[in-house]
Every structure is written in C-alpha cells, then in structure tokens.
C-alpha cells in the first residue's frame, strides 16, 4: 500500500499527515510552536531548532501510525514563506530564520533598493514592489548589519527548501519560493533575474529552481535516521504553505481565488496571463510555467486573539456570542485592522490600528464585530485589484478562522462574493501529500482531491449597508496616515530608552 506524506510547518504549529493514493487521511499530528520577536519589527525561528526537530518528531509519529506492510511512496515539506535561512557550508543556520512579510526590519533596505534599482523596474522585472515580504531586503540587511554572518553563509534558503536540503543534500528553491524573493526573480519569465541577483547574493550561489511538485532527491541515509522515513524515499520541492493550501482544495484554474483565514490572512488568484499591480504581488504558480497573485494582511486572527486578551481572556464562544449580539455596521464603529503595520494593498510597516467611532455604548461585542468588518474591508480592496487581473471564477475559504460563526459570513457580506468551504480542511500539509502523489506518478498530475462541502452566500440587506460603510472606511487609511506615522516615529524613539 502506497502512502504519502505532507508536513506543512505553519506560523503556529507544524501539521503532517499520511494519505492514501484517493485522498483518504490515514493519520494526523500537530506540534503548536511560537515565533520569537526578539525586537519590534522583527519575527524570527530557530530553523534547526523548531522546523527540523518538529519534521522529525512528526514524521516518526506518523510512521508509527501506518498500516503494517505500508510504504512511503514520496513526501513534501512546505513551510511559512518567504523567508530566510543563511547557512555554513555544513548546513548550519548562522543565525534565527528570518520570516516573511510580518519581519519588517529592513525598511531602510527596501527603499535603499528601491532607489539603487528603480521602482518601475523593479515592478516591471519582478512583478512586485518591494515591501516588508520580500527577501533581496533581507539579504541586504544581513549585508549590512551582520556582515561577519553574511561573510560566512554558503548558502540560503526558504523553509521548505531549507528542510529539503536536510533530507537530500540538495540545493534547490521552488519556482513559487523564488517569485516572493524579489527582487532576485523574473517573474515574467519564470527566472533567476542574474544581475540582480549578484548584485544583492554577492558571493552566495542562486538554488537551482524546481518546481513544487518535482521530485528533487531522496532521503539519504542521516536524514532517514533522524526522521524514520526510509533511505530513498523520494523527496517533493513543496512551496509556501499558502499556496500548497490554495493547491489542496483544488484552486488551481484561471479564476479560482482561495481565502486563507488564519493569524493573518493570504489569498491567491490563479490568473491566465502575467499581470503586475504594485498592491498585490505577482508570483509563480504551483503547477509548471503558471502564474498567479497574491496578497496577505499583517493581521487577522491575531487581532482577534488581541481583543480576547486585552478584554479579559473569555472564552471564544462568549465573544462570538456577544459579537453576534451586534448589528452588522457595529452601530457606527469601524476599524482600521493595522496593528502590525500592513501588507497588501498599502505596503506600510508604520500603519497602525485606528477604532473610529467609539462611545460609552460600545461593548466588547461591537469591538470584536468591527474588527472582523475592518478585516473584511481590507480583502475586499484586494479581491478589486485581482478582478482587474481575471474575474472571479470560484471562491475558496478555508483555515481555522472559520470555526468563527460570523467572520466569513461577515467577508461575503462585505465583498458581495459567494464561498465554497471544501469538506477536507486539514490545510497546506494535505496539499503537500498531493504534491508528492503527483510528483512520485502515484497519481496523475490533474488529480484533484477537493470536494466542497457547503457555500457562504451573501445577505442582500447586509451588502447595501456595507457597501455605504465601506466608501467611509476606505478614507480611514489615507486621512490618519501621518498622523500614525508620526506616532510609530515617537514609539521608535521610545524604545531606545527601554
């Protein structure tokens, strides 16, 4: 009986599973994990420390699981991304990985790049403008502040890549992977963009691009030790867990957009010819020579968690109870979702959170209920630029924020779009296994394992109401910028006394 196997390592717990060639989940395991945010701005993970040991863990347990007799045809790794692994010639992280878009410590380098290389080239090469997501800034800041480190690295890596070199000893980044690490990507043509490339990796050597559903290796014989998946069991590149989730519930045709509700959320938009917007970004597809957008929020479920404990710490059904409690509208209460900057579509690290419109007679309620609507009014300013790139075709939602009983009620409300919710919600790590059935010829490469489970439809009355709040929420943004910027000015200056 063949099996394969996905890990996915997520922002807070990696998840793995064994399934079998038909899509049927043998098994399951989840190890909740933390990021480290050892200064303001930065978010990192001890890549060996946490995502190695917790591929090892994981894969032990659920080998143990298998049936008798039963044998790993192939596995993939995806992981959060894109982020940054620099290590020793020996495969040794120098330093904590670096995360993806919620780091924002290179600030000075995107727009020292910025400048050097020029915007609208870059846009035009890469797809993308550079932001807080993009790794060439990270580099850079290495460069610049660690040089001793940056001296000494041999080599970089993604996560996924970074635990594919673990288990094979290859040196590989997935085509995906690399259109995030702008601007070291050509995008449009599906490339290393070599110039600059070498001007930002100096004297580290570019990975040899994949794509996620190759087989790049087997596991060799050290990595079948520490982990308990036998000596040559193939090994699939795997990509960011976002899109290797969006590839799960079968988003996949020019159209298909999936929502991911999560700590933040990520969308993808698989399109049918390269387009470039400077508020989304531009990346390559999962499957060979496509291409799609992206977006991502700084933050969604976390301000949820946020309101949760500054409020008290009761119980989530009790929020929900006490938001559900409250008109759609949050009787005059809006709020601005930037409490960690944001992403897509402004591209701020100095954004902040704004509550406009509170009086005595707001509660707990009306606050989580604002959030969720200033969330949903963030997506659907992105789920406009991507209509401009292809229409809608389908709407896929999955991840755990839809345990909430009005969060995607309120999103399709707010964006007037129907969602599909597959009945298989297990997320990226089941992706994975797909990836590596295809890759391994277990399974044909069209083999799509999603079946949908109900949809979310819109309240007619709910859509007139918010489509009138969100002309006014869409002011909120560009008439307290300075006014927030100044204040993340006086709160930089701040910790320089702590």
Avoid at 277 to 290: F, I, R
Wanted: hydrophobic residues 45%; contains cysteine; charged residues 20%.
């Amino acid at each position: 009986m063949d099996l394969l196997l996905g890990i996915d390592m997520g922002t807070g717990s990696s998840k793995g599973v064994l399934v079998d060639p038909h899509g049927v989940v043998l098994a399951t395991e989840t190890i909740a994990h933390s990021m480290d945010l050892p200064r303001p701005g930065w978010a990192e993970v001890d890549a060996d420390g946490m995502w190695w040991r917790e591929v090892c863990l994981i894969s032990r347990a659920l080998i143990d699981r298998a049936p008798a007799g039963a044998r790993i045809a192939a596995m993939c790794v995806s992981g959060v991304g894109p982020c940054l692994v620099l290590c020793d010639e020996n495969l040794r992280p120098l330093r904590p990985a670096i995360l993806y878009g919620i780091d924002s410590r290179a600030e000075a380098e995107i727009e020292l790049l910025t400048a050097e290389l020029g915007a609208a080239e870059i846009l035009e090469r890469a797809g993308t403008q550079l932001s807080s997501q993009a790794v060439g800034p990270k580099i850079e800041w290495v460069r610049r502040h660690e040089p001793e480190i940056f001296a000494a690295a041999a080599r970089w890596y993604g996560s996924n890549s970074y635990i594919a070199a673990k288990l094979t000893g290859e040196y590989v980044m997935d085509h995906h992977t690399a259109s995030q690490c702008d601007p070291l990507y050509a995008t449009r043509s599906l490339r290393w963009n070599d110039e600059w490339a070498q001007r930002i990796c100096g004297h580290l050597p570019l990975p040899r691009l994949v794509w996620p559903s190759e087989v790049v290796g087997t596991v060799h014989a050290e990595a079948a030790a520490a982990t308990g998946v036998p000596a040559g069991t193939p090994v699939v590149a795997g990509t960011v867990d976002a899109v290797a989730e969006a590839f799960s519930v079968g988003v996949r045709q020019p159209g298909d957009q999936m929502l991911m509700y999560g700590s933040t959320m990520f969308l993808v938009h698989i399109i049918d010819a390269y387009h470039a917007d400077p508020a989304l970004w531009t990346t390559a597809g999962v499957e060979q020579g496509t291409h799609a957008l992206a977006a991502g929020t700084a933050t969604a479920g976390s301000l949820i968690n946020w309101l949760q404990a500054v409020t008290g710490g009761a119980p989530f059904e009790h929020l929900m109870a006490e938001a559900q409690a409250v008109p759609p509208g949050s009787e005059g209460l809006l709020v601005l979702p930037y409490l960690a900057g944001e992403r897509t579509p402004v591209f701020d690290p100095r954004a902040r959170g704004v509550f406009a419109g509170l009086t005595l007679r707001h509660g707990r309620g009306h606050l989580l209920r604002a959030a969720y609507e200033g969330i949903s009014f963030g997506i659907r300013q992105i789920l406009e630029k991507f209509d401009d790139a292809h229409a809608a075709r389908r709407v896929v939602a999955v991840g755990g924020g839809l345990r909430s009983p009005i969060w995607a009620q309120t999103l399709t409300n707010v964006t007037g779009h129907a969602q599909l919710v597959p009945e298989q919600a297990i997320g990226a790590s089941y992706g994975d296994a797909l990836l590596a059935a295809i890759g391994a010829g277990v399974v044909a490469p069209e083999t799509d394992w999603a079946k949908i489970s109900y949809e979310i439809t819109p309240d007619p009355e709910a859509v007139a109401l918010y489509d009138d709040l969100y002309t006014t929420w869409s002011k909120l943004y560009p008439d307290t910028r300075d006014v927030v910027h100044q204040l993340a000015q006086t709160d930089t200056r701040a910790q320089k006394f702590e």
